[in-house]
Nanobody, 123 residues
């Protein structure tokens, strides 16, 4: 399984970005997927996760209402719509996959990772 994240960039505070993660390999619909982020000098942190069919979704507590995760099993992709961006959202964003049906929030349980895409929010 290979993951390719894209969609990052420079945006002003209050703006929006949509990240995409394309997944190659077999049985994409058997993987729970997630987004994590890593700010400079900090550990990688959970952002959002979705179960294998997109029925159950969760977010980091501070991100409910601003970020939206979705998946398209027909196109082997997940997305992260980020609205009302803040400077503290600046980080490298990573998509990950784990071979479980239920969503997973724990970093160490993820088997596969994309290369990351940089999001920079200016004030």
């Amino acid at each position: 399984v290979q993951l390719q994240a894209c969609g990052g960039g420079l945006v002003q505070a209050g703006g929006s970005l949509r990240l995409s993660c394309a997944v190659s390999g077999r049985a994409f619909s058997r993987y729970s997927m997630g987004w994590f982020r890593q700010a400079p000098g900090k550990e990688r942190q959970f952002v959002a996760a979705v179960d294998e069919i997109g029925n159950t979704i969760t977010y980091a507590d501070s991100l409910w209402g601003r970020f939206t995760i979705s998946r398209d099993n027909g196109n082997n992709a997940i997305y992260l719509q980020m609205n009302s961006l803040k400077p503290e959202d600046t980080a490298v964003y990573y998509c990950g996959a784990v071979p479980e049906w239920r969503l997973v929030k724990v970093l160490s349980k993820y088997f596969y990772w994309g290369q990351g895409t940089l999001v920079t929010v200016s004030s």
